[in-house]
């Protein structure tokens, strides 16, 4: 198997939604049980965390959905690069909220 062989397998794999999806719905679970975590924010802060987690969560639970309708506004919003990032850079605030108090 050559390196781009490898490489386009990986791009592959990992253009599915299944990681996005689990991530989303641990997220959702270890917010239900740790609330606190936004909760304790000042109002700015917890204002934005929330406009990201929603934003982020709903694009990784609506991409199955719009892979396989295939609607063309739905397609763009969960395809674009902020779109794909925003639900690492919310797991990433939240998972350094819990570990620094």
């Not at 781009?4 to 253009?15: A, I």
């Amino acid at each position: 198997m050559s390196v781009s062989t490898f490489f386009s397998e990986v791009r592959r794999r990992s253009d599915r939604p299944l990681n996005a999806l689990l991530a989303a719905a641990g997220l959702a679970i270890w917010l239900l049980y740790h609330p606190g975590l936004v909760q304790e924010l000042a109002w700015p802060w917890r204002g934005a965390m929330a406009l990201l987690g929603a934003w982020a969560m709903g694009c990784a639970f609506a991409r199955p959905l719009a892979m396989t309708v295939g609607e063309r506004g739905a397609w763009r919003l969960v395809h674009t690069r902020w779109s794909r990032a925003a639900l690492p850079l919310f797991a990433l605030l939240l998972v350094g909220r819990g570990l620094l108090g």
